[in-house]
């Protein structure tokens, strides 16, 4: 008996999916994190990115967030591009930034969804709904990732 290889989800299921994991969780201003999530799968896909990476934005800070488990994600029915990317952009407790930055540049595919993530991070509307202290930090944590990868900011 052979098995059949399995369809991978569709960028509806991943969505739905993402969506439903980080349905309680809200951003450092209070709005649903889901907000985030969409907005960096738009920004994957107006920069060009493809249904590998636009899937990995969708699930990009699921299994950092503990909203999905790695075993989810290794068992998922996802390309090994999109769990790669989801991979490099799951930062570890402790890690540093140089370390972070290294793996998201050595994997094929993490940049672009990297980039989407901190453009709707740094975004002035965004950060001036935080207090003073955290837009700061934030302001310098974000401009500091843009150095480490080699882009520029905006």
């Known amino acids: ?3 059949t290889p399995q369809q991978n989800l569709s960028l509806a299921d991943v969505e739905a999916i993402a969506r439903a994991a980080h349905a309680n969780q809200t951003d450092k201003a209070g709005r649903p994190y889901t907000e985030h999530l969409s907005a960096v799968a738009e920004g994957v896909r107006t920069r060009g990115g493809d ?3 636009i899937a990995a934005a969708w699930l990009h800070d699921a299994v950092e967030d503990d909203a999905l488990s790695d075993q989810w994600l290794e068992e998922a029915a996802l390309t090994r591009r999109t769990k790669d990317v989801v991979r490099a952009l799951t ?3 402790g890690e540093p ?3 972070y930055a290294a793996r998201i540049l050595a994997t094929p595919g993490a940049l672009l969804v990297k ?10 509307d965004r950060l001036a709904a935080l207090d ?3 837009r700061k930090r934030l302001t310098e944590k974000y401009a500091r990732m843009h150095a480490l990868l080699g ?3 905006g």
């Open 51 to 53: 249904n590998d990476q």
């Open 1 to 3: 008996m052979t098995e």
């Open 151 to 153: 882009l520029s900011e």
């Open 132 to 134: 003073e202290t955290t």
């Open 91 to 93: 930062k570890h407790p």
């Open 115 to 124: 980039q989407a993530d901190l453009a709707h991070n740094a975004n002035p």
């Open 97 to 99: 930034p140089e370390a």
